[in-house]
């Protein structure tokens, strides 16, 4: 019988455990056994029992409709070096694993797939050094690897939601309209700082959402100078018209055209003293992640992860590792790798200034 684990990784999203609930279901259904690898890769360099377990039907009841991941999530330092992922590829072979589904952000895929790609080198030292056995040698020749996205900041390109985006997206719009209904009281000013890196999506669909008054976002910095004469501006006009509210979203990846970060109190600051406006800082922090995962999640999260042991059933030794996407409404498998490169220059396009580059690589049409 096959066997094939899952992990979450990274910073954790709301759908996470939906996704571990479909993954582990659908192999089981599948006549395969199903492991968890608890915390992360941190879980798969200490091995043994406690954290690389076997699942079973029940063992993920109730999931879809609790936040975070119980399986964990972490950073793990030392899988970023050689030694960790040999311990990692030693330990997986000790549990009978043969794929791994890894649900988490760019920087845990890239970990996969440099996991998959070492693994015949990886083996080979293992069995030189006799930490496994010629049989297990020959049985544990490939390691599948599969992706899913799990990531509030919905950064990833070739997909066109991460799970968890929607929630997060769900849950800054409500804090939003909080802060509105004080904001109305007091006739204030809020600036809202929202997460992101160096992805502007979620400030930029909350700003619409709740039709905020202006948005930071990295992939369109505001020009030096001119971002304070137009926020004015603007706001001046709606206050002009009889609106009681202001409210800014500034990305955590905000930045102007020299990329230099626009801070939250640099725009306090510009409200405050060009506009005389009573102003306030809220930063949402942690309360993004929070929370059980929006309807949307939950049913991506589901499809994704059945799609998921799919594609590790249909994979050969020479197919690319899959990336489990949505398309225009579709589940899609896409190239890991090439998902993974083509975030990463979307990050390069913006650091070296090509921003046209970087909107265009984002597919978010409707940014001009
Ligand atoms: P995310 O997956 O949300 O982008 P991180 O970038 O923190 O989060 O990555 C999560 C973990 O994945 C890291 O702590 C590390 O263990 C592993 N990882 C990330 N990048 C690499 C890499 N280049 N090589 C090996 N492991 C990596």
């Known amino acids: 019988k096959k066997a094939i684990a899952v992990m979450t990784s990274g910073g954790d999203a709301p759908g996470m455990n939906s996704n571990v609930r479909a993954i582990v279901r659908s192999t089981l259904f599948k006549?395969?056994?199903?492991?968890?690898?608890?915390?992360?890769?941190?879980g798969l360099v200490k091995g043994g029992p406690d954290y690389i377990k076997e699942f079973s039907w029940e063992d993920v009841r109730g999931f879809s409709t609790e936040g975070g991941t119980n399986i964990g999530t972490a950073r793990c330092l030392e899988f970023r070096q050689r030694e960790g992922r040999l311990l990692g590829a030693q330990h997986l072979i000790e549990a009978g694993v043969d794929a791994l589904i890894v649900c988490g952000g760019d920087g845990s895929l890239t970990?996969?797939?440099?996991?998959?790609?070492?693994?015949?080198?990886?083996?080979?030292?293992l069995l030189d050094t006799q930490r496994i056995s010629k049989q297990q040698y020959t049985r544990y020749q490939h390691l599948n690897i599969c992706g899913t996205v799990g990531s509030i900041d919905n950064d990833m390109s070739t997909t066109d939601a991460t799970i968890g985006a929607y929630s997060a997206l769900d849950r800054i719009c409500q804090a939003i309209d909080y802060v509105e209904a004080t904001a109305n009281s007091h006739s204030r000013a809020f600036v809202v700082e929202v997460m992101g890196r160096n992805?502007?999506?979620?400030?930029?669909?909350?700003?619409?959402?709740?039709?905020?008054?202006?948005?930071?976002?990295p992939e369109k910095p505001a020009s030096n100078g001119e971002w304070?004469?137009?926020?004015?501006?603007?706001?001046?006009?709606?206050?002009?018209?009889?609106?009681?509210?202001?409210?800014?979203?500034?990305?955590?990846?905000?930045?102007?055209?020299?990329l230099t970060p626009i801070t939250p109190k640099d725009v306090h600051k510009v409200l405050c003293d060009r506009l005389g406006l009573d102003t306030r800082i809220t930063t949402l922090g942690h309360v993004q992640r929070g929370g059980t995962a929006v309807a949307y999640d939950r049913m991506l999260a589901t499809l994704q992860g059945v799609e998921a042991v799919n594609a590790v059933l249909?994979?050969?030794?020479?197919?690319?590792?899959?990336?489990?996407?949505?398309?225009?409404?579709?589940?899609?498998?896409?190239p890991l790798v090439e998902s993974v490169k083509l975030t990463k220059s979307v990050a390069d396009a913006i650091h070296s200034k090509d921003f046209k580059k970087a909107m265009s690589l984002r597919d978010t049409e409707f940014v001009e």
Request: charged share 25%.
């Open 314 to 334: 249909d994979s050969s030794p020479d197919t690319p590792s899959p990336l489990i996407a949505i398309n225009e409404n579709k589940i899609t498998r896409k």
């Open 111 to 125: 970990g996969a797939d440099l996991f998959r790609s070492e693994w015949p080198s990886l083996i080979k030292e």
């Open 199 to 217: 992805c502007g999506w979620l400030a930029l669909l909350a700003g619409i959402a709740t039709s905020a008054d202006y948005i930071f976002i």
């Open 228 to 258: 304070e004469d137009q926020m004015c501006d603007i706001v001046s006009k709606h206050r002009s018209k009889g609106k009681r509210t202001t409210i800014v979203v500034v990305a955590e990846g905000a930045i102007d055209a020299d």
């Open 31 to 42: 006549g395969c056994r199903a492991f968890v690898v608890m915390e992360g890769y941190e």
